[in-house]
């Protein structure tokens, strides 16, 4: 149905609302997407919905803040990239490899996260999603429902990943300054829960539009050309990874929303073309210089065992040839002692297109394949989602022809690892942290065994999104990934547990010291990277 949209923004409060949003910057050049509105009419402006719209552009570029790309690397590539086995680093930056890599958390590199989702939330909000957030909501009133709604799944899918890292976050109390000027964090409990509040009120006022023409997010859309239909089935998605990740803690409440997600009548992403990609060109995507300008990240060592090992088609479109291994590819063990930048000749990654990769169809049957080992009503058939996992992450690549026999293959396995360089850093046959699980699916295994083979293939499928597959093998405890060599944690990160979270931010400690005190106690632990998260039960 068509509808009209009605504008009663005054001039002065969109004005101070547009204005405060587009001056700062989290990472100082947003010059594509900051299309100057001040040179247009007033009608102009409301004809095309750039009052409220153009926000939405700075929200889906701060996810991953990909300019300048140093930005990215220690908001998301020397974090979760590297903790998920997915990358590894091949020098030592400056600290003789005292760093991330070999769990000495850096605060300069570690807070960056947490800036681009909050930037200066007290003094002077910038260009940061909370900040953004908050404005859209005042300016835009209470006449762009079909906006908010994006707003919340847009919020959503920034800020779980905040509490993925971090714990407990500044939520549902955005804003609400207390009398003593600290601000109060949400547990990650009620994080979660209102995450799931936000998914359904965006979910229950955009289903009715799923087939309307209207477009008003066209402009500013940079996933889905402002389409209301795969917005949709991007939040029923992402309700059922939120409800997965769940479920070992709050059986009840992952049930409930995931089965929410999965009865949905406008459905969930199952083709490539449903992916959550953020179109970030002319940008050239941020890894193309870590990996070839910059030197700076390298194939994972748990990466080279098990694509190698399953003979892995795909291989070759998430890495290039080492030189240290002509025509044969080589990883880089996170977490190994580093004097020098001596892994230059491993493999680097492929060359990515300027798109941002939040979520993928294939991820999604993954997680209606553990939905139905759990039961819930909807899930279907484990096997066959298993499977369509793995054809539509084939598909997404242009090689599907070759899915079914990958997934006819019962035989293959991890490879043991050898690393050229340092026979310290080997994992051999038969080592504990080598995983033995094969590709085909047997009906006949233990759910352990199943749900194993079920994330094993959901991760290699999600590259390179790096800390979601870091929160997943945190939750599950696969695929199995090498434990660091060097620990430079003093204790407070077990080897053996691997990194579990990134501590609260110094600048947090510094403006915000009794809302942190509060927050670690709602954590539940000591505030280093060792203490589990609420969702991460043993």
Sequence with gaps: MMRTFKYKLTRSLAIAGL???????????????????????????????????????????????????????????????????????????????????????????????????????????????????????????????????????????????ISDVYGPIIYTKFGVINPDKSIDYDSQKDAYYAFFADLNSAITTLTPLANDPLKPFSKFDLMYDGSYKPWIKFANSLRLRLAIRIAKVDPAKAKLEGEAALSNPVGLMTVPADDARINIAPVEHPYNAFSDSWNDIRMGAPMESILTGYNDPRIKLYFKTAVAKPDGYKGVRTGIALPSKMYEDYSRLATFPSKMQLMTAAEVWFLKAEAALNGWAGAGSAATN???????????????????????????????????????????????????????????????????????QKWIAMFPEGQEAWTEFRRTGYPKLFPVVVNNSGGKIPTATFVRRINFVIPEYATNAKGVERAITLLGGPDNGGTRLWWDKP
């Excluded at 919905?49 to 803040?65: C, D, K, S």
Aim: glycine share 8%; aromatic share 12%; charged share 20%.
């Design 19 to 161: 204005s405060s949003i587009l001056l700062g910057s989290c990472t100082k050049d947003f010059e594509r997407i900051n299309t100057n509105p001040y040179g247009m009419t007033r009608d102009e402006l409301k004809a095309d919905f750039r009052l409220v719209g153009e926000p939405f552009r700075q929200i889906q570029f701060n996810i991953f803040a990909v300019q300048p790309g140093w930005v990215m690397q220690v908001q998301q590539n020397l974090q979760g990239d590297i903790f998920s086995g997915y990358m590894g680093v091949p020098g030592p930056f400056g600290n003789f490899g005292n760093n991330n890599s070999t769990y000495n958390l850096i605060d300069g590199w570690n807070q960056v996260m947490w800036g681009c989702a909050y930037g200066s939330y007290i003094d002077a909000p910038n260009i940061a999603v909370m900040p953004i957030a908050s404005r859209i909501m005042k300016v835009a009133g209470n006449e762009f429902a079909d906006f908010k709604a994006w707003l919340l799944i847009l919020k959503v899918a920034t800020m779980h990943r």
């Design 386 to 456: 298993y499977e369509n996992g793995v054809k539509t992450s084939f598909d997404q690549y242009a090689i599907g022809g070759q899915a079914a026999a990958y997934l006819l293959d019962n035989t293959s396995k991890a490879a043991p690892y050898t690393d050229l360089k340092n026979a310290a850093n080997n994992v051999p046959a038969g080592d504990p942290y080598l995983s033995t699980v094969t590709i085909r699916w047997e009906e006949g295994d233990a759910p352990a065994r199943k749900l194993e083979r079920i994330i094993t």
